[in-house]
Nanobody, 127 residues
Framework: QVQLVESGGGSVQAGGSLSLSCAASGHSHSSFCIGWFRQAPGKKREGVAVLNSDGQIKYADSVKGRFTISQDNAKNTLSLQMNNVKPEDTAMYYC?????????????????????WGQGTQVTISS
């Protein structure tokens, strides 16, 4: 059973920075996709940034150039560095993972089909 625990959410003003972390445990699969997703009130859950076991990375157009996803394999930790944040980045942010040979394009676009989720961490950006 895959377990994902997010941390690092909070409140910051527009233009500022925030860093999220996800501690992953419980799996030893060699193929996977893992990443960050978000859901704002009244909106559907959407992919933000994902990476897979082949080293591919994909970002949502709305965060390209501002957010950076990275992983620390030794610590089984996934991070999201959020720079130049905007009020529209306000949402609950989730770490999620899908096991198997998953393409990043599929992973980013199909949140509702991803099997493993953390509990989420709130990010609030004020103008």
């Amino acid at each position: 059973q895959v377990q994902l625990v997010e941390s690092g959410g909070g409140s910051v003003q527009a233009g500022g920075s925030l860093s999220l972390s996800c501690a992953a445990s419980g799996h030893s699969h060699s193929s996977f996709c893992i990443g960050w997703f978000r859901q704002a009130p009244g909106k559907k859950r959407e992919g933000v940034a994902v990476l897979n076991s082949d080293g591919q990375i994909k970002y949502a157009d709305s965060v390209k150039g501002r957010f950076t996803i990275s992983q620390d394999n030794a610590k089984n930790t996934l991070s999201l560095q959020m720079n130049n944040v905007k009020p529209e980045d306000t949402a609950m942010y989730y770490c999620a993972a899908e096991l198997g040979p998953v393409r990043v394009s599929w992973c980013l676009a199909n949140a509702r089909d991803i099997d493993y989720w953390g509990q989420g961490t709130q990010v609030t950006i004020s103008s």
